[in-house]
């Protein structure tokens, strides 16, 4: 039993993993439960890859929760990456609490959610092919 809960909790402690799948691309991977304790390094994160790549991707499958904090670290870090013309996706192959709270909020339409990290790598419609 004590394995148990200790791989539960394990489970939900916030995880934030940076990578490159391409040269000019970073893909932060959010995992566990993210709330206003996290929120810092989650902007942190973001901050450190922004200047450096021209598609900043959120993935937040991992993630079993996000609160109001990171919802607004994600739109701020959307709007930053609007103003210095780099593209932004959120991956939304998530828990079904995650979707719901970023619907009920009302951010979906503004974050460019996609399914997958293979459908943010895809070339952006705008873009020439």
């Known amino acids: 039993?004590?394995?148990?809960?200790?791989?539960?909790l394990l489970d939900t402690e916030p995880t934030i993993d940076v990578q490159w799948p391409r040269p000019d691309v970073a893909l932060v991977v959010l995992g566990g439960e993210?709330?206003?304790e996290s929120a810092p390094q989650v902007e942190q994160a973001a901050a450190e890859a922004l200047p450096?790549?021209?598609h900043l991707i959120f993935d937040l499958s991992p993630a079993q929760f996000v609160d109001s904090s990171i919802i607004n670290v994600l739109v701020q870090v959307r709007n930053e990456a609007n103003e210095q013309n780099r593209r932004f996706n959120l991956v939304?192959?998530?828990?079904?609490s995650v979707r719901r709270t970023l619907e009920i909020c009302g951010v979906l339409p503004v974050l460019n959610h996609v399914p997958s990290v293979d459908a943010a790598l895809a070339p952006s419609p705008a873009a020439p092919a």
């Open 34 to 36: 993210h709330d206003l």
């Open 92 to 96: 939304m192959g998530t828990a079904p």
């Open 1 to 8: 039993m004590t394995e148990f809960l200790s791989a539960r």
């Open 52 to 54: 450096t790549c021209s």
